[in-house]
């Protein structure tokens, strides 16, 4: 699962099953989550039961599964039944089954096979737009307004990198500081550790993060959390340079056109306008393609040189190169190296203790420092072995536990287990299934950063009598 999929998938696992019950009613929705949230054991098995009529026997189902593949099979059962996908049917002496929910799976078989007037896959206008907006335009619409969200938000270098003609709202700075990427204290701008891992994400997982900070406070707005929703998982579904109406929107879904344009997701000539476009980073939504991901796709990424290469070179001496003339580059390069000098096409500075000290005191961790080095190196480094030089990647961890000691992880403690069988079992289970951090044996007691799977492995075991 991907990045962007991960972060959407949190929020919708935490909803109830009454809104899931409403979000299914799109068909829109239900094909969104079969395309984008599920791995593919899972799609196989939804397919597989579409269109049966009946309760499938766990026996049955188990039976199109090897039995050397128990830890995938597992996580796409846990995965159906949590995206509330999939349910379990009890009958008293009768065996387990397993059903798709209703209106999921009616809506799912909607949307594969067309038909209906549901209009959940939007209108297009009927009626030629009299300044027709190109797929490049959009595009260049997108690209200036997303950087100068990201420009924003690494402001706290002291360049001035957004675009003169992009006017950021108060709302998208309010979302930014609500969501914990920026700090803001007075007129200066700090971007902070949750900010910088935003920066290091690709395009589609950060819109994604966005959008899940504005579902969290869209009850503030006075807006209905579910047709927001839906009206993103339907934005995902419409077509790139095809002009959609706005006439079968509601009053919430016209609101959210204009704080979506804020971020480049949709684009109107004009409030009033009758008509709306999508731009890429709301078509790949619900995708796998990238958004605006390279030049053939519409825009260079932020983070990467113009030809999708890696643009920085680092010497042994913590001397930093970047062949890039990009201000959001360099301002993300600021945040954690002391720039020296700067030509037209290029950058030269150093990581020191101060600068290395001064990013971790925004919140920056050395692992994140680390990770941005290695993934935007030039290809001359990509011929080493390791990529980076081992005394700077070191260097960068001492400074940065100078002053930390310990590293917290949220997660789940499973403890009081009777025998060493009993601990064995679910302890094993949990390192199989990658959700085990921590575990004593003399103590038994392991800790887990998911309990879902092991609460269901728990409970499935025979009971033993006393």
Same mark, same amino acid.
């Given at each position: 699962?991907?990045?962007?999929?991960?972060?959407?998938?949190?929020?919708?696992?935490?909803?109830?099953?009454?809104v899931?019950?409403r979000?299914?009613?799109?068909?829109?929705?239900?094909?969104?989550?079969f395309?984008r949230?599920?791995?593919h054991?899972?799609?196989s098995?939804?397919?597989a039961?579409?269109?049966?009529?009946?309760?499938l026997?766990?026996?049955?189902?188990?039976?199109?599964?090897?039995?050397?593949?128990r830890?995938?099979?597992?996580?796409?059962?846990s995965?159906?039944?949590?995206?509330?996908?999939?349910?379990?049917?009890?009958?008293?002496?009768q065996?387990?089954?397993?059903?798709?929910?209703?209106?999921?799976?009616?809506?799912?078989?909607?949307?594969?096979?067309?038909?209906g007037?549901?209009?959940s896959?939007?209108?297009?206008?009927?009626?030629?737009?009299k300044?027709?907006?190109?797929?490049?335009?959009?595009?260049?619409?997108?690209?200036?307004?997303?950087?100068?969200?990201?420009?924003?938000?690494?402001?706290?270098?002291?360049?001035?990198?957004?675009?003169?003609?992009?006017?950021?709202?108060?709302?998208?700075?309010?979302?930014?500081?609500?969501?914990?990427?920026v700090?803001v204290?007075g007129? #200066?701008?700090? &971007?902070?550790? @949750?900010?910088f891992?935003? %920066?290091?994400?690709e395009?589609?997982? $950060?819109?994604w993060?966005?959008?899940?900070?504005?579902?969290?406070?869209?009850?503030?707005?006075?807006?209905?959390?579910?047709?927001?929703?839906?009206?993103?998982?339907?934005?995902?579904?419409?077509?790139?340079?095809?002009d959609y109406?706005?006439?079968?929107?509601t009053?919430?879904?016209?609101?959210?056109?204009e704080?979506?344009?804020d971020?480049?997701?949709?684009?109107?000539?004009?409030?009033?306008?009758?008509?709306f476009?999508?731009?890429?980073?709301?078509?790949?939504l619900?995708?796998?393609?990238?958004?605006?991901?390279?030049?053939?796709?519409?825009?260079?990424?932020?983070?990467?040189?113009?030809?999708? #290469?890696?643009f &920085?070179?680092? @010497?042994?001496?913590?001397? %930093?190169?970047?062949?890039?003339?990009? $201000?959001?580059?360099?301002?993300?390069?600021?945040?954690f190296i002391k720039l020296?000098?700067?030509?037209?096409?290029?950058?030269?500075g150093?990581?020191?203790?101060?600068?290395?000290?001064?990013?971790?005191?925004?919140?920056?961790?050395?692992?994140?420092?680390?990770?941005?080095?290695s993934?935007?190196?030039?290809?001359q480094?990509r011929?080493?072995?390791?990529?980076l030089?081992?005394?700077?990647?070191?260097?960068?961890?001492?400074?940065q536990?100078?002053?930390?000691?310990?590293?917290?992880?949220?997660?789940?403690?499973?403890?009081?287990?009777?025998s060493?069988?009993e601990?064995?079992?679910?302890?094993k289970?949990?390192?199989? &299934?990658?959700?085990?951090?921590?575990?004593?044996?003399?103590?038994?007691?392991?800790?887990v950063?998911?309990h879902?799977?092991?609460?269901?492995?728990?409970?499935?075991?025979?009971k033993?009598?006393?």
């Amino acid at each position: 699962m991907s990045g962007s999929s991960l972060r959407s998938f949190d929020y919708l696992e935490g909803l109830p099953g009454t809104v899931f019950n409403r979000l299914y009613q799109q068909p829109s929705t239900a094909l969104a989550i079969f395309r984008r949230m599920l791995p593919h054991l899972a799609k196989s098995l939804v397919m597989a039961m579409l269109y049966i009529s009946y309760p499938l026997p766990v026996s049955d189902l188990e039976s199109w599964i090897r039995p050397d593949n128990r830890k995938e099979r597992d996580h796409a059962l846990s995965l159906l039944e949590r995206l509330h996908v999939l349910t379990t049917v009890t009958n008293p002496g009768q065996p387990r089954t397993y059903a798709l929910t209703n209106p999921f799976a009616s809506s799912l078989r909607q949307a594969l096979t067309g038909g209906g007037n549901h209009k959940s896959f939007g209108v297009p206008c009927n009626t030629p737009d009299k300044d027709l907006v190109s797929i490049p335009q959009l595009d260049e619409y997108a690209r200036k307004q997303w950087e100068g969200v990201l420009g924003y938000m690494v402001g706290s270098t002291g360049l001035s990198i957004v675009d003169e003609g992009v006017k950021l709202s108060h709302g998208v700075k309010t979302l930014l500081q609500a969501g914990g990427l920026v700090k803001v204290r007075g007129k #200066k701008v700090d &971007i902070t550790k @949750e900010g910088f891992a935003f %920066i290091l994400q690709e395009v589609n997982a $950060q819109v994604w993060t966005v959008l899940v900070y504005y579902l969290d406070n869209a009850e503030q707005l006075r807006m209905d959390s579910v047709d927001v929703l839906s009206f993103l998982f339907m934005l995902g579904s419409l077509e790139l340079g095809q002009d959609y109406s706005k006439a079968t929107l509601t009053p919430t879904q016209l609101q959210m056109l204009e704080d979506l344009g804020d971020f480049g997701i949709v684009y109107q000539s004009s409030p009033t306008s009758t008509r709306f476009y999508p731009t890429r980073l709301a078509t790949t939504l619900t995708s796998d393609a990238g958004a605006l991901r390279s030049a053939s796709a519409g825009f260079d990424n932020a983070l990467r040189s113009a030809d999708g #290469k890696g643009f &920085i070179v680092i @010497e042994t001496n913590y001397r %930093i190169y970047a062949y890039t003339s990009s $201000q959001l580059q360099i301002a993300i390069l600021q945040l954690f190296i002391k720039l020296k000098t700067r030509y037209p096409n290029m950058v030269a500075g150093k990581i020191t203790r101060e600068s290395i000290r001064r990013a971790v005191g925004m919140g920056i961790t050395s692992e994140q420092i680390i990770s941005f080095l290695s993934t935007h190196a030039h290809p001359q480094m990509r011929k080493n072995n390791p990529v980076l030089p081992p005394t700077v990647v070191d260097q960068i961890r001492l400074w940065q536990i100078e002053g930390e000691r310990m590293k917290a992880t949220v997660g789940f403690l499973f403890k009081d287990f009777v025998s060493a069988a009993e601990f064995e079992g679910p302890c094993k289970y949990a390192e199989e &299934i990658g959700v085990l951090v921590w575990k004593n044996e003399a103590r038994r007691m392991f800790f887990v950063t998911r309990h879902e799977q092991i609460a269901a492995y728990l409970r499935s075991r025979p009971k033993k009598g006393g």
